[in-house]
């Protein structure tokens, strides 16, 4: 029996055919709850019901839209140590984490985008003396929102608050392993007071019922977060209606060190953004670029510094790195860690399974970190997912960006230099959507968030993401009696 319900048309509810899946407490392997398991008939009570919402929600008065979203926050945070839980509990996220990140993260954005929403206006545009020209922004209809587990309420809420603030209704849909926080989301949507239809939220297989949601001809918008590889497929089903997708995906992100770097700085951050919610961040550092001025300090410093995180029970404050997501995680990880042994990589940490008999039962994988002298190799191309990542010498900076862009990802890197002016001149080199100067893994609301290349093309965040949820009607009101026409001469009308 289910422990959770699916939301639909403003109910909790089994789904119709009464499937039900179980999800998996990676850090001991223990079945965490119980979910419903959603089929294509769910997919379309979700879409039929957010179609027969949405016309009243696109015509319900902005601001009190924007209310409703304070007050889904106010109950968020009525929650926060319930939701910490969850979410620990099901991708094993460290307390520590997911306390001061992502459930401190969801009621800020939503309050942000609910203010922000408010705000946007249209064009007025001087295209002809006789007429008024300006612009609308209307909605969109109903998106389909698919999200990931390596955030999941904040990435689920970072789709969901642009999209009900622009006026569109949604079906959202989890990733499988780790669906609870959403579907108590749900909950909290009915408590808010959020018209019935307006979200509907069901769980269950990406092939089966996120592809439900992508095929569905009632639905006018996609907006997925995950791996480049799932991103591809959803375009591809997407493109016999020419429906557009918003796509967050992959990240095989660079670190470049130069020899001018504040060596305490680089440490600390290079430290923290890589093993940060065990590596699992689309946006986190996997290729390192060092200068050979500052190489062996700055590595045998990284190492130091890795070697003291302490990686163990999630639920424990002391733990600063858990488990990965799920069982398969620490396998594709550990398979990748064999592949950079036999591409002649030395292991300057970690590089083999724990030995603690705890760790050995979950799905841990240790801070590791290789010495890598081939850009090329898999350890430096695929995007691993987990703390293991690779470091190389170079010369120069022109070097560091050159290896930086040779990548089929362009999501974020970062230059630590002192010198702010040639920072700003590699930026300018770097395909990625993020670059930082002395810094790496700084999201907050107010910035965007979104890749280039195969890391997709969308934004998350910041006052850009209200593109992603509406587009812009051009109205053009002819004033004179006399339509504007490219002709010379005007058509006899007789
Ligand atoms: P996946 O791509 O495996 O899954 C993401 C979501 O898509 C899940 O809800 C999944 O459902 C669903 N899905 C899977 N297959 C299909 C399909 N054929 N049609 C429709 N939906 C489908 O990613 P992960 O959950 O493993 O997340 C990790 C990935 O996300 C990494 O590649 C990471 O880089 C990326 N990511 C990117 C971010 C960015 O901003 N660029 C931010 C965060 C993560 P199910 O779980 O049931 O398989």
Redesign the pocket.
Known sequence: MSDYKILINGRLVLPVLGGTMEVINPADNSVAAVVPRCTAEDVELAVSAARGAAWQWKNTYIGERAELLFRLADIVREHSEELVALETAQYGGPVSKTRNFDIKFVPGELEFIAGLGRATTGLTISADPNARVMTVREPLGVVGL??????PLV?AVSKLAPALIMGNTVVM?????APLTVLKLGEYIIEAGIPAGVVNIVT????EV??AI?THPGVDKIN?????S?GK??LSLAAPRVMPIAA????KNAMIVLDDANIDAAVEGATHAAFFNSGQN?GSPSRFYVQAGIYDEFVSRFIRAASKIVVGDPTDENTMMGPLAYMKCRETAEAYIEGAKRDGCRALLGGTPPSDPYLARGAFVLPTIFEVYDNKIELMQE?I?APVVGVMKISTPEEAVELANESRYG?SASIWTSDYRLGMLLIERLKVGTAWINQHLAIVPETP???QKE??WTK?NSVLVLDEYCYHKHIWIHMSETPHTFWEDRIRLD
């Open positions: 698919i999200s990931p587990w390596n955030f990435t849909k989890p990733a499988s392993c269950g297989p990406g092939g996120g592809e992508v997925f977060t995950g791996d480049s799932v497929r959803i967050e995906l992959g990240g689309c995007e997912f999501l968030w979104g890749g890391s997709g998350e």
